[in-house]
């Protein structure tokens, strides 16, 4: 089952609004001004480091953030620079950008800079990632896979994430790509894995008690595979679309909750809150 995080995860879909509508955002900004009102943008997965980041902290500044480090890490020396540690350190909020989940695993996994994180998470942090730094969030993370068809065995590229969380692989611009195929075959793999597949614009907030939170304009899909009774998954069948049956998709909206240990909604408690 999906461990319990110490601080807060928020889970980014991609192509968040910055403009008008920024819901998802603001929790952002909420979490750094709820803490001591420190935000550090972590640029290391995009190709133009100085662009995305200038854009993030002109957002959060829009939003009432003050205190905004932007750390830029292209090399895996840099990862261990004792003042890049110090940007991390005194964050309230960690916010990795989009690009390439791959550059965030072999650049900071396992470095000073990482460590300080994980320390920043354990006493209560928020981490947050959109886009790729979605992808990188848990134990195991999707890298590759043909969106819009039917998933193919041989298609299918998994690799070590963060570990954020574990019990989990995770998808961004699910609807958009028409990422199902490849979110069933992540799933298929190893059905101990709940799988998330996150629309743009779209964002769950896992809370410390191992519920997550919906937020945003679009939906979030969770793929249960621990009653599936049948997969194609075989050396023998390695070039064949996966067949899988007797898995169950949730799907939920924004302010839909879900608790990852018991792998159900809590919509029927929710409502009664209301």
Do not use: W
């Amino acid at each position: 089952m999906p461990a319990q995080p110490d601080g807060n995860l928020i889970i980014i879909g991609g192509h968040e609004a910055k403009q008008g509508d920024t819901t998802i955002l603001q929790e952002v900004a909420k979490q750094a001004l709820d803490g001591n009102g420190a935000l550090t943008i972590v640029t290391v997965a995009t190709q133009l480091p100085e662009e995305v980041g200038a854009e993030y902290q002109a957002v959060f500044k829009r939003l009432g953030v003050k205190r905004i480090e932007i750390l830029d890490i292209r090399t895996r020396e840099q990862a261990y620079d004792e003042d890049n540690v110090a940007k991390i350190a005194k964050a309230a909020v960690i916010f990795f950008t989009g690009g390439d989940q791959l550059r965030i695993t072999s650049q900071v996994g396992d470095s000073l800079v990482f460590r300080c994180m994980r320390d920043v998470y354990h006493k209560g942090g928020t981490i947050v990632g959109t886009s790729a730094g979605a992808a990188a969030m848990p134990e195991t993370m999707l890298v590759g896979g043909a969106s819009d068809s039917s998933n193919r065995i041989s298609a299918l590229s998994m690799a070590p994430g963060l570990a954020f969380m574990s019990g989990v692989v995770i998808d961004s611009h699910f609807a958009e790509r028409g990422r199902m195929g490849r979110l069933l075959g992540a799933v298929a793999q190893n059905p101990r894995n709940l799988g998330l597949g996150i629309d743009e614009d779209t964002a769950i907030m896992v809370q410390p008690e191992g519920v997550l939170r919906v937020i945003g304009s679009g939906a979030v899909y969770i793929v249960d595979g621990s009653e599936i009774s049948y997969s194609s998954l075989s050396e023998q069948n390695a070039e064949g679309v996966v067949s899988i049956d007797d898995v169950t998709i949730h799907v939920l909206g924004s302010d839909d909750h879900f608790d990852l240990e018991g792998r159900r909604p809590r919509r029927a408690e929710m409502q009664r809150t209301r």
